[in-house]
């Protein structure tokens, strides 16, 4: 038998009262789930935004779809029931989709405040740190290693023919060696044949070039016959004739206070190089120590670089308490010891605390600072490297205590300056991402800045 006649106007019976939404319950309950995932993802907004914009753009997709099944289905019998009842499943959604919408909300406005900061840094870089920062390390350090480990080199391949030019040439190395001993000796070649210039020591000044022992050397060399077009970089600076000083940045150390961050005008006549410094004190902890301002508070077994107030410098295991003593200019802090006693830290592995997203074993621009036995600072640097070949390029350079700066190439920079006043910038490697004028306007990060004494 076909349905009973119905009069026109008259209301169909549906086997259960019709619902009633209820915004304001549907506002407390979004709410409410807004609440819950601020306290199981804190302190991740930003982790929390990216979330919401994925759900809204799959609710916006599925809505799409369902449109089209619709005119697809056009004209087939409809259940009247699915249009008096709204279902569970529908406030429920309703309620998902105002949470993202108030999550996404609080995500814009922390994202904008951060990305509007003083800043120098690029806006790519600027909102990847504030995703770091906000709930997002995690997949930050996932999305990292994946390229990272797809964007590695090869093994093997051509090997180079000719190394970059580095420093201004001066007379024969060996004849410079013989003038001195305090002159650090050629880099000894890990590969044969030896390419010309290879390890070989040369000024950044031609003023300094006839010098025995100027107070700035630079050389590159190929670190590992597994990966023959790999160069590396290096710095020596001398402890006799150069000083370094530290500079706090726009927003390292956090509490920065306002400083120059860059090397004033006023100490530009003497400058020779000016290069990175170590992890912000969020990934990479311990102290920051500056003209008798204690920043951060200086932590035990931490590898520190120091410079006393007679002038010498050192990179050690910190042992002291909490703020460094009046006879301490400056000190900074990074990770342990990567050297000790001429030979790499034992416990150089893949955690966190040799590259806080990346690991140790990733390959990546690393950069790192050491002492020889003499007193004076090496500074080196390399794209490729894990924290183990970074340690072996200090080795070979000849730090017997040395400690791991910032990675990559976005953080890796060592400028020097052919004349004074800081003119005729040079990086030490091409590959460093930065330009040769960095520094000598306002950075983000700390760094060292080397001049003449």
Do not use: C
């Not at 790999?230 to 020596?236: D, F, N, S």
């Not at 961050?261 to 530009?268: K, L, T």
């Amino acid at each position: 038998m076909g349905s009973p006649w119905v009069p026109a106007g008259t209301r169909v019976r549906t086997g259960g009262r019709r619902s009633r939404r209820r915004p304001s319950v549907e506002l407390a309950a979004a709410a409410a789930l807004v609440a819950l995932v601020a306290l199981a993802l804190r302190p991740g907004v930003g982790l929390g935004g990216v979330m919401a914009l994925a759900f809204l753009a799959a609710r916006v997709l599925w809505w799409a779809a369902l449109r089209a099944w619709r005119r697809v289905r056009h004209g087939s019998p409809r259940d009247p029931r699915r249009r008096v009842r709204a279902s569970l499943g529908r406030r429920a959604m309703a309620v998902a989709t105002t949470a993202a919408i108030f999550t996404l909300v609080l995500a814009m406005s922390s994202y904008v405040g951060a990305v509007t900061r003083r800043s120098n840094s690029s806006l790519a870089i600027r909102s990847v740190e504030w995703l770091r920062d906000n709930g997002g390390a995690s997949l930050v350090s996932q999305i990292e290693t994946f390229f990272y480990s797809i964007d590695a080199p090869s093994k093997g391949g051509p090997a180079l023919v000719r190394l970059p030019s580095v420093g201004v040439r001066g007379a024969a190395a060996g004849e410079l060696r013989r003038m001195s001993r305090d002159r650090p000796p050629t880099v000894r070649p890990v590969m044969h044949p030896r390419l010309a210039g290879e390890g070989v020591w040369h000024a950044t000044q031609a003023r300094f070039a006839g010098l025995a022992v100027p107070p700035l050397l630079v050389t590159t060399y190929r670190p590992d016959p597994s990966y023959p077009r790999v160069v590396a970089g290096l710095a020596w600076i001398s402890s006799r004739r150069a000083t370094v000083s530290l500079y706090s940045g726009i927003q390292e150390p956090p509490v920065a206070g306002g400083g120059p961050s860059e090397v004033p005008f006023a100490a530009r006549g003497s400058l020779l190089a000016t290069f990175n410094s170590g992890f912000r004190h969020k990934d990479g902890g311990g102290g920051y120590f500056v003209h008798g301002r204690l920043f951060e508070p200086m932590e035990p077994g931490v590898a520190t670089v120091v410079r006393l107030a007679n002038g010498r410098m050192d990179v050690r295991t910190w042992n002291g308490g909490v703020r460094p003593g009046p006879g301490v200019t400056f000190a900074r802090q990074n990770l342990p010891l990567i050297v000790d006693h001429g030979r790499p830290n034992p416990n150089l592995d893949n955690g966190p605390a040799w590259g806080v997203a990346v690991g140790g074993s990733v390959m990546v621009w690393r950069s790192g600072l050491g002492v020889d036995r003499r007193g004076n600072l090496i500074y080196a640097a390399a794209p490729d490297q894990t924290v183990r070949g970074l340690a072996r390029i200090l080795i070979h350079g000849g730090a017997v205590r040395a400690m791991e700066l910032d990675i990559n190439s976005y953080w890796v920079t060592l400028n020097s300056y052919r004349k004074t006043g800081g003119r005729g910038a040079r990086k030490l490697l091409a590959g460093m991402t930065r330009p040769a004028l960095r520094y000598l306007s306002p950075d983000d990060r700390d760094f060292f800045a080397v001049s003449t004494r």
